[in-house]
């Protein structure tokens, strides 16, 4: 389960980070630097010499500078007068110099980061510096890569697997890669891995490549060093001119050069990268509190002893290890062996192994050695959970990645700590490295059992992780999301930890609006822990959702019942609602804590809300009311992306909306497919899980024209367009039954009443038929009886006729028509001074038309609110002219009525005729023929409205012009305009003016002066009574004016129109229909009466709401309430459909080009790899083959020698027959037969290396050495005793030791070593066993608490006899338990007594242990006594259940293990 004290929100914390301003870069730059700097300076150091003593065989000192490299004080030191020079004593500290960003030159201009340390520099300072300073992220994994630090060849498949696999493992993990840092061997390949395949990928920020090197031994250092820092050092990379340096790697992204004060010394950084190496493993995986430490794998290639050494300690240390088989010396030496057992990895055989995979370099080794090194790789053999061998030939292997991820799984498998924890742990890495591959094939096994409770908070950290693969794989293996989201508490953990978007950045506002809403309206003052914050609730969440879904939906989260900061009992009195939501409020809470939450749907929202497609998808398969959800989540997204234009992800959540919609379709259309009258009901069905809201209308809201458009939606809304009235019928005879209504109960106009009785009769029908002809009444009885249909009255026909929207619609056209031809009427021949009936009449008719106008402002069935539904209102076009008429009509009627004003007012009704005549248009928007076109106008209009701002630059330019040049000062305005506008426009239409043309001049058709008002002002004239103006000049410009304003704007505007015309023809009949549902509803809530006589239903409409203040009439046609059985049923058939509708998309997108083209070069890749590794498989094993044959060659070639010198001798070959064959058979493993019967009685732990809690080594003893029989001329173990020894042997007398000998075989070591004394050394372990209850359910021991260990183990000492207890545990157990069972011993049962593989064994001492059993009666006085001293022991006593499960050392395991067979139970 998610913790809740990890990644909180606190809006107040968010809302702050929001205001703050950020600082310019240069100066932030500045300040990052100097805190680096001075962080870098306190705490890291490098190391110097300060002592120059000189070096015989060179003139450097003894640290490897030269003298140059040494400071004053140094070369003539006044501290160190006559001391030879000690690197421990003459090395100081002092603060690095060496630090900053590197960058390499090069094509490319790699950049990295550098600090040069101390060997003694602190692994913690190191972490924080590569965590903190450099800002990595912590590691999911630690990849240490170790081996040749030469130049090595790999073999170019090898190779590539290798870069391939180690890149896609740092990336997917998020781990960090540590090397040697130096541009050879294994380091160089690590980097040229980076480069191939991280560098030139999108995610090349993901690699972390550390590179940890030695100072001393690194070419051109020189330019790293720089007090303050370099920001970047110009690091040149020449490997020609190294000479026995090393250059630094350019691929490698960071580096930490260690420094131990000497010059040219190789792995002085062994020691600091093993501590580094072993402090990242100490951290917690994901800086969790609790959980798994980050886990640490050694990559190995190539590599000589000191790589040996490596592996040898990494393995001690519990580090599993994965070996590249191909790649070289002791990698292909430990591959060797790796399948075989223990007793035949002999000497001999590591021998003939290091001679062909080392060369020349195999004379150089001495025998000691080698000795060593096959005790050590028996030791890693010795542990194959560990030990990974990644073979290139062997086709199951896979890749480089899938090797190292199933090492470490296959390392933490292997535990005292069995059961779902180990399972629990591996899934936990295989998360955190986000390797859904790992988990299918290494976790979700046959072997592991899973409860859905056991997974839940595997589920929280895919989920919060975003790993939607896992997510999707743990649902497949048992996961439960009711189970999962079962309480409120997880899924509000969730929302804490969403991610950084939108709708966190709306939350945390909101949160915060709330809290000082609540202070204001209750005049609550700050505390002392306001700084805390309100936490997110689901009421937060449910109030941000209805905010995005539309305000006429209902909460989705019932009120939150967690506690927090601040009363959340008043969440419903905000003071941001209204006084109506106020008191709405509490119901709407009410009424959704009844409902019932879907877990599929809470996650959906979930993820939809981050805009996380991949886990949306997941979620969205899970939900029960899918394609409510789809719509939903459309809406939602659009929302945000309106909200968050400006954004970067207002894009991304427009795609995923049009991405849901098309699900939407996708379900919807198998629905309509299967059953059409299911899929309608889908639509209006109301969805409690969604705010009690419909498909339709949500669809509706989030403009979702692909999906109204579709043949379902398309054919409900026509089926609501006809009332009761059959969809089939056609338009004249509708016409024809309004106005001759008997014709109705003639069966002229079929009803839908009608149709469904028919089609129920003839179901029944071939019912009978079925039973009649099988003779079984099964299938008539199994099905639910079907209630018979009443056919419609007379009544009721005539009512639905002229209820229907249809009829409504065509009444309403009549009726617009009769209006308009008595508003002409009234305009051309009857406007008198006082109003005439016939106007009178068209007052009242206007009146009903005003009133209808008002009722559809005001009714929301709905829910949508006055201000969400005067929106809607204005949208409309339609609604605007409507507006705008009616103003006309009352500001032309208020003229009229006035005396004064008769004559303007009659002007603003014609006017106000206009309007009405293209509200006319409105009718033919129900027409699926013109009612795209009007669609197309309505663009086109707007494509002229900005057209004619370009043309009224023209006109404007040419009339001014040509206005200026003929009239002189005309200061009549309206002349002025007629020059300026009217006549340059009339000119576009052909009318060509005459007064630009002296030819058809006539000076009786101007006034001089402008004196007379008719005519216009003539032009500037000449003596002769002839225009001045120069007539080329007009004309010019009157032909440069017609071909742009006449040629190529009007063309311009044509072609837009055909531009338009061409775009929106395609969409046009989308559209249609989406805005054919908005005139459906209209006439299906609007009264039958046609105006004028609508006024009559107003009427009644005003009375029965606000005089009675009845509720309104609720219709079912667009929101229906389906009982819970009904709905039930519904939504399981929905759940079908999907299904079905997923399976054909997955099926039609894999027969796609793009997929097919993907999987035909996935099997040629297959093809091509299987094919090259058979080709080394065959090759490799036809050289076996040969080397085989040429032994066989060999041998035959001796045996016929023999047989013909046998000959020759007349006889004496048979007899030495059996020295050929011995002869021949030598280097088989004749003796190895031997050690291998006694394998099992050899010790292991008594030949460490280390000898426990010394410095001292083991010499190395081989597993073929052990027995005592067998010689060993090299054996020379060290002597060692430690202090303290009561043993009056002496034992450095070589016969005194001699009578001691260990009886499991050499060990390394002489002496008595930590034990007491020589020969054997007793040991008690004291087994106190009981049944927990009565009915011997389970068998307990008693475990004491081992202070040395800090864990709990078996009671256990050394003894001087196996009939006493051991006199330590008098103060563990306390003196008077300790007495109680000491007088128990002897009445105890012996399960072992005999020869211990113990640490401390030597070749003269030994532990000899006896495993006593006293079992205890629970009725007992004196198991009373011990249960009370374990209730007061404080955990220093416990009762342990006798299982596989526990938590002990090996040797007590065993006796554990022996004490339950005893008692005949299952360890």
């Known amino acids: 389960m998610l913790r809740k004290s990890d990644n909180k929100v606190h809006p107040q914390q968010m809302i702050q980070q929001q205001k703050k301003c950020e600082l310019k870069p240069v100066l932030c730059d500045f300040e990052e630097r100097y805190a680096f700097s001075s962080w870098v300076k306190q705490n890291i150091c490098k190391k110097e010499c300060c002592l120059f003593e000189k070096d015989g065989r060179t003139d450097a000192c003894k640290c490897g500078y030269p003298k140059t490299s040494h400071i004053d004080e140094a070369i003539k030191p006044e501290d160190f007068t006559g001391e030879s020079w000690n690197k421990h004593r003459h090395v100081r500290e002092m603060p690095t110099d060496a630090f900053g960003d590197i960058a390499f030159g090069g094509l490319g201009q790699k950049k990295g980061k550098y600090a040069r340390v101390s060997t003694d520099t602190s692994p913690e300072d190191l972490y924080h510096l590569l965590t903190e300073l450099w800002k990595l992220p912590p590691p999911n994994l630690l990849i240490s890569v170790t081996g040749g630090a030469k130049n090595f060849y790999l073999k170019t498949r090898l190779k590539n697997m290798f870069h391939r696999g180690l890149i896609k493992v740092a990336q997917t993990t998020g781990a960090w890669i540590i090397t040697g840092g130096t541009h050879a061997g294994v380091m160089k390949h690590v980097g040229q891995a980076v480069r191939d395949y991280a560098l030139s990928s999108s995610v090349q920020g993901n690699i972390v490549a550390i590179g940890v090197a030695t100072w001393g031994i690194i070419h051109n250092r020189d330019a790293l060093v720089q007090p303050e820092g370099c920001f970047p050092a110009h690091y040149l990379m020449d ?8 250059c630094l790697d350019n691929n490698h992204t960071h580096f930490l050069l260690v420094d131990d004060g000497t010059h040219g010394r190789y792995g002085v950084e062994i020691e600091l990268r093993s501590h580094l190496e072993k402090c990242i493993s100490g951290k917690r995986l994901g800086n969790k509190e609790t959980g798994v430490t980050i886990p640490v794998v050694c990559v190995v290639l190539d590599g000589g002893p000191g790589t040996l050494d490596t592996i040898y300690n990494a393995m001690l240390n519990g580090t599993p ?38 060369g020349h370099e195999y004379e150089t080794f001495p025998d000691l050695r080698i000795i060593e090194w096959t005790k050590k790789i028996q030791d890693i053999i010795r542990m194959p959970h560990l030990l990974t061998v990644f073979r290139v030939s062997e086709d199951k292997q896979g890749d480089v990645d899938v090797a190292i991820l199933q090492a470490l799984l296959k390392a933490s498998r292997i535990s005292e700590s069995l059961g779902i924890e180990t399972w629990r742990r591996q899934l936990e890495l295989a998360i955190a490295w986000n390797r859904v591959d790992i988990a299918e094939t290494e976790i979700f096994t046959e072997e592991s059992q899973w409860k859905s409770s056991d997974l839940h908070w595997a589920m929280s950290s895919a989920l919060v992780g975003n790993k939607p693969e896992f997510v999707s794989l743990l649902l497949e293996n048992g996961v439960s999301l009711r189970d999962f989201l079962q309480g409120e508490e997880t899924l509000c953990e969730l929302y804490k930890q969403l991610p950084s978007c939108f709708f966190l950045r709306k939350l945390a506002k909101r949160v915060h609006s709330s809290r000082r809403n609540r202070r204001q309206a209750f005049a609550i003052r700050a505390r002392a822990r306001t700084g805390q914050g309100e936490m997110i609730s689901l009421t937060h969440v449910s109030d941000e959702v209805r905010h995005l879904l539309g305000n006429f939906t209902r909460h989705i989260y019932p009120k939150s019942t967690i506690p927090f900061h601040f009363n959340m009992s008043i969440e419903d009195m905000s003071v941001s609602l209204s006084k109506s939501e106020a ?6 809470r009410e009424e959704a804590a009844d409902v019932q939450r879907d877990p599929g749907t809470d996650l959906f929202l979930w993820a939809v809300v981050q805009n996380n497609k991949e886990l949306a998808e997941i979620a969205w398969e899970q939900c029960r009311d899918c394609m409510s959800a789809a719509l939903a989540a459309s809406k939602i997204l659009k929302k945000m992306a309106e909200e968050d234009r400006d954004g970067d992800q207002a894009e991304d959540m427009e795609e995923l909306a049009n991405h849901y919609e098309q699900h939407a379709i996708g379900v919807f259309s198998e629905c309509h497919s299967s059953d059409g009258e299911r899929a309608r009901k889908l639509l209006v069905r109301a969805s409690h899980l969604w705010g009690r809201t419909t498909c339709l209308r949500l669809a509706l809201e989030a403009d979702d024209k692909s999906f109204v458009a579709q043949p379902g939606v398309q054919a409900l809304l026509t089926q609501i367009w006809c009332g009761e009235l059959s969809v089939d019928n056609p338009v004249w005879r509708v016409l024809v039954c309004m106005v001759f209504f008997p014709l109705i109960y003639t069966g002229f106009l079929v009803f839908r009443r009608d149709e469904l009785i028919q089609k129920d009769t003839e179901k029944r029908e071939e019912m009978k038929t079925v039973e009649t002809v099988t003779g079984s009444t099964l299938r008539t009885n199994a099905r639910t009886p079907l209630q018979r249909m009443k056919p419609l009255g007379s009544w009721s026909r005539l009512v639905c006729l002229y209820d229907s929207p249809q009829a409504k619609f065509y009444g309403n056209i009549v009726s617009y028509f009769a209006f308009l031809f008595l508003f002409a009427v009234v305009l051309m021949i009857d406007f008198q001074t006082s109003p005439s009936p016939a106007e009178l009449l068209l007052y009242v008719w206007l009146l009903s038309l005003v009133c209808e106008e008002v009722r559809q402002l005001f009714h929301d069935p709905d829910g949508f609110g006055f201000r969400k539904k005067a929106k809607m209102y204005i949208n409309e076009l339609w609604n605007i002219l409507d507006v705008l008429s009616i103003l006309l009509f009352i500001i032309g009627l208020a003229f009229r009525l006035t005396t004064k004003l008769l004559y303007p007012g009659k002007v603003l009704l014609c006017i106000d005729f206009v309007v009405f005549c293209l509200r006319l248009m409105a009718i033919f928007t129900i027409s699926r023929t013109l009612g795209p076109k009007i669609i197309i106008v309505k663009r086109m209009m707007m494509d002229m409205f900005f057209f004619m701002f370009l043309l009224s630059i023209w006109v404007v330019a040419y009339g001014v012009a040509k206005q200026g040049i003929l009239i002189e000062n005309d200061n009549r305005l309206d002349w002025i305009v007629r020059g300026a506008v009217y006549e340059p426009y009339l000119i576009i239409f052909g009318s060509f003016p005459e007064n630009i043309d002296n030819a058809a001049f006539d000076i009786n058709t101007c006034t001089m002066n402008g004196t007379d008002p008719l005519k216009p002002k003539c032009p500037v004239l000449n003596d002769n009574q002839t225009p001045a103006f120069p007539e080329w000049l007009t004309i010019i410009m009157l032909c440069v004016y017609l071909l742009f304003a006449n040629i190529l704007l009007l063309n311009l505007l044509i072609a837009i129109f055909n531009f338009t015309f061409q775009e929106v023809q395609d969409n046009t009949d989308r559209i249609w229909k989406f805005q054919r549902y908005e005139l459906i509803k209209e006439y299906h809530s609007r009264p039958a009466a046609p105006p004028p006589f609508i006024i009559f239903s107003h009427l009644y409409l005003f009375i029965r709401s606000v005089v009675l203040r009845r509720p309104p009439i609720v219709y079912k046609e667009f929101k229906n309430e389906l009982p819970p059985i009904e709905e039930e049923e519904l939504l399981s058939w929905e759940a079908l459909m999907k299904d079905r509708y997923l399976l054909s998309a997955q099926q039609e997108q894999s027969q796609t080009v793009e997929r097919r083209i993907l999987d035909t070069a996935q099997k040629v890749t297959i093809i091509s790899d299987r094919q090259e590794r058979e080709e080394e498989t065959s090759s490799a094993a036809m050289v076996k083959r040969l080397a085989r044959l040429e032994e066989q060659v060999f041998q035959s070639t001796k045996a016929l020698q023999w047989i013909m010198d046998s000959l ?19 280097d088989t493993p004749d003796s190895l037969m031997t050690t ?8 292991v732990n008594s030949r460490q290396f280390h000898y426990p809690n010394t410095k001292l080594t083991r010499f190395p003893v081989p597993e073929e050495k052990v027995p005592w029989e067998v010689g060993f001329s090299s054996y020379m173990p060290t002597y060692y005793a430690s202090e303290g020894s009561g043993d009056s042997v002496d034992g450095s007398e070589a016969a005194a030791l001699d009578n001691y000998r260990n009886p499991g075989g050499r060990t390394g070591i002489r002496g008595r070593g930590a034990l007491r004394h020589l020969g054997p050394n007793l040991n008690l372990d004291l087994v106190l066993t009981r049944w927990r209850d009565s009915e011997r359910s389970a068998l307990e021991y008693l475990a004491v608490f081992d202070e040395s260990r800090g864990t709990l183990a078996l009671p256990a000492g050394p003894v001087d006899s196996a009939d006493r207890l051991p006199v330590i545990l008098k103060r563990t157990m306390g003196k008077k338990l300790y007495e109680m069972i000491n007088a128990k011993v002897s009445e105890g049962t012996k399960v072992f007594e005999g020869y211990v593989d113990d640490c401390r064994n030597t070749d003269n001492a030994w532990v000899e242990t006896t495993v006593l059993n006293v079992h205890l009666d629970r009725t007992s006085q004196m198991m009373m006594d011990i249960n009370n001293m374990v209730v007061s022991s404080h955990g220093a006593l416990q009762w342990q259940e006798v299982s596989g499960k526990t938590r002990l050392s090996s040797n007590q395991r065993d006796s554990l293990r022996q004490v339950a067979a005893l008692h005949n139970r299952k360890f």
Request: charged share 20%; glycine share 8%; aromatic share 6%.
């Open 239 to 246: 490997t020609k001119t190294q000479g026995r340096l090393s």
């Open 321 to 358: 290890c994965v070996i590249l088989e191909g790649s070289g010396r002791i990698a292909d030496v430990i591959a060797q062996v790796s399948g075989l057992p223990v007793s035949q990895v002999t000497i001999a055989l590591i021998h003939v192994l290091m001679k062909k995979f080392f």
């Open 583 to 588: 008191d709405s409020e509490v119901p709407i």
């Open 1208 to 1226: 020759k001798s007349q006889g004496f070959g048979a007899k030495e027959t059996p020295s050929l064959t011995s002869n021949a058979t030598d």
């Open 1236 to 1243: 291998s019967e006694k394998e099992d009685g050899f010790h």
